[in-house]
């Protein structure tokens, strides 16, 4: 049974930092690429980050230059560091296989930020 477990969200001030992780099991992470979507209040869910088992990455243009997208295959967990966070980066945010599986969908992980 494939499990996501995203963490690492929290309550932080603009310009402020966070760093997410999500937790996969269930799948051969290494082989797989990940992306990072959240979804903000009453907006559709949008992708925030990728990144291929290769290592090739891609980010949305709201995101490039403050947003840097990693993997750890040993610990199959891949991370999104946030910094220079604008209230506009307040969502749920999801991590999820390439191409997407909707029954991946974890619980996401809560960030908030406060101007």
């Known amino acids: 049974q494939v499990q996501l477990v995203e963490s690492g969200g929290g309550l932080v001030q603009a310009g402020g930092s966070l760093r997410l992780s999500c937790a996969a099991s269930?799948?051969?992470?290494?082989?797989?690429?990940m992306d990072w979507y959240r979804q903000a209040p009453g907006k559709q869910r949008e992708l925030v980050a990728g990144?291929?088992?290769?290592?090739?990455?891609n980010y949305s243009d709201s995101v490039k230059g403050r947003f840097t997208i990693s993997r750890d295959n040993a610990k199959n967990t891949v991370y999104l560091q946030m910094n220079s966070l604008k209230p506009e980066d307040t969502a749920v945010y999801y991590c999820?296989?390439?191409?997407?599986?909707?029954?991946?969908w974890g619980q996401g992980t809560q960030v908030t930020v406060s101007s």
């Open positions: 990144i291929t088992s290769g290592g090739r990455i």
């Open positions: 269930g799948i051969i992470f290494r082989i797989k690429p």
């Open positions: 999820n296989t390439r191409p997407v599986n909707g029954a991946y």
